[in-house]
């Protein structure tokens, strides 16, 4: 019985090393994993965090106040990379413009007109508020104890200190922050606010009416999960279209049903263009099934425009050709499915599709501007979020010049027959 039981074994595991894509998700898919994650999320990305800042806070010489200045140096001496937004213009449109053709993360601070006098008000009205405080505590505690022309000055004091608080009202300095709500927004707001706490705390001494407030950066009124949509969308179609293409031709390859090709009039044109309508149209289905989902289950408001529906297409013809390539120099079909895991997983990752790019090590955020899956990204939410035509078409450009390369070479290295 030993002797089965360890023949069997044995059997098994030999069968397990021969199994390409066995050994890939068993060993190396988690130490890429391994490697992506530390290296992403390893404390080496960048030091600083790239934010516009609008200063809307000017004095009569049309120059920003001494507060704001001091505000805006103590961003840019701790985590953020600041870059100035002119008062005069519309700082949405500035930001898009400045982000060029093919975009970028965008985030928007707006300090207010009236940042330091309000400011300065709030500062002296806590401070008063102090005083009178300790003022009317100190005539409960100690009144009695008095002679009446003291206790007649500390109540003249008193009202004093009530008669001047009048003068300063209370209200709130709100600092506007707009961003797209990516994963990243939450950590940059936590980091926002501790630096406003620290920055007003070191000028009135208490809790002061200086708050930051996150926006959405789209005009439409939409919901976290709207902004994921872009990068949901451009994860499934470029998996859909590398690692679908790549499965099913190697599986036509190890059936003969290509072989058989070579008998018909069936062209590799032919071939290559049926692979791109059947992964364009899946991939149609396959958005039109996740956006039902989540309107009924998130009540998701954006809606793909015709720009957006573009870049589906434009897509699916990229990754296809991709997935066609490692078709094309890979006979076994789990050897090629082990590939197209290999190269659509870190894809993901290295893109930025689900985090911002500066959290990622330098050498990783040039890698991620060679690869189609971040203009496909980018490009979706420029298109439906955002709403910038400029940047929209820009990544565009950029996809449908990938597109055409990869899909010639998909249908070059196509073969009916294996030499």
């Known amino acids: 019985m030993r002797k089965r039981v360890l023949a069997i074994a044995s059997a098994l595991f030999r069968n397990w090393i021969r199994s390409r ?55 840019n001496e701790t985590a953020f990379a600041v870059k100035r937004v002119p008062p005069e213009v519309d700082g949405l449109a500035f930001v898009k413009d400045d982000l060029g053709l093919l975009g970028g993360t965008f985030r928007l601070l707006i300090i207010p007109d009236g940042f330091e006098h309000r400011l300065l008000n709030g500062s002296l009205r806590a401070r008063l508020s102090i005083s009178l405080e300790t003022a009317q505590s100190f005539l409960e505690d100690a009144g009695g104890t008095l002679l009446p022309e003291q206790k007649a000055g500390v109540e003249e004091g008193i009202r004093q ?52 407030q996150p926006e959405g950066v789209s005009r439409q009124r939409l919901k976290s999960v709207d902004y994921f949509l872009p990068a949901i969308i451009g994860a499934f179609v470029m998996t859909n ?32 263009v049926s692979n791109v309508i059947s992964q364009t149209t899946l991939s149609f289905m396959l958005v039109l099934v996740m956006l039902m989902v989540g309107w009924v289950v998130f009540h998701l408001t954006a809606i793909p425009n015709l720009l957006a529906l573009v870049y589906i297409a434009v897509g699916s013809i990229l990754f296809s050709g991709i997935g066609l390539i490692l078709a094309g120099i890979i006979t076994d079909v789990e050897a090629a499915s082990a590939a197209g895991n290999a190269v659509a997983f870190p894809m993901m990752f290295v893109s930025g599709t689900f985090w911002s790019p500066e959290i990622m090590p330098a050498w990783m955020q040039t890698l991620g501007n060679y690869l189609p899956l971040t203009y496909l990204s980018n490009g979706l939410r420029s298109a439906f979020i955002l709403k910038h035509l400029p940047s929209a078409l820009g990544n565009l450009a950029v996809l449908a010049a990938m597109a055409t390369v990869l899909i010639l070479l998909g249908s070059l290295v196509t073969k009916w027959q294996e030499r």
């Not at 190697?250 to 058989?260: A, P, S």
């Open 21 to 75: 894509s066995g050994v890939f998700f068993s060993f190396l898919f988690p130490v890429m994993l391994l490697l992506l994650f530390a290296s992403i999320f390893g404390g080496q990305g960048s030091s600083s965090i790239p934010v516009y800042v609008q200063n809307l806070d000017v004095d009569d010489q049309a120059g920003p106040t001494n507060l704001s200045t001091t505000f805006l140096r103590i961003l």
């Open 161 to 212: 200190l009530e008669g001047a608080m009048v003068h300063f009202p209370p209200g709130e300095v709100v600092l506007r922050y707009l961003d797209e709500n990516t994963s990243s927004s939450l950590i940059v707001q936590s980091i926002l606010n501790n630096i406003v706490n620290t920055f007003s705390a070191g000028i009135v001494g208490v809790d002061s009416n200086l708050h930051v």
């Open 241 to 272: 279209g590398i690692i679908g293409v790549t499965t099913n031709t190697t599986e036509f390859k190890r059936r003969g049903v290509l072989r058989r090709f070579a008998t018909t009039p069936m062209s590799r044109l032919e071939w290559v």
